[in-house]
């Protein structure tokens, strides 16, 4: 499932990851939701939501 920030409208989708933030792809939501930094706007997870 992909998360979109809900500031900037960002989407991380766990099939790729993110190369800018060494986020590997295969890399599950849960597994970094607790320190991820939007790389666009600077929020943090709880303004993510799923898509
Ligand atoms: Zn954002």
Known sequence: ???VCSVCGYTYDPEVGDASLDIAPGTAWEDISDSFICPV?????????PE
């Open 41 to 49: 706007c600077g929020v943090d997870a709880s303004q993510f939501d």
């Open 1 to 3: 499932m992909k998360y």
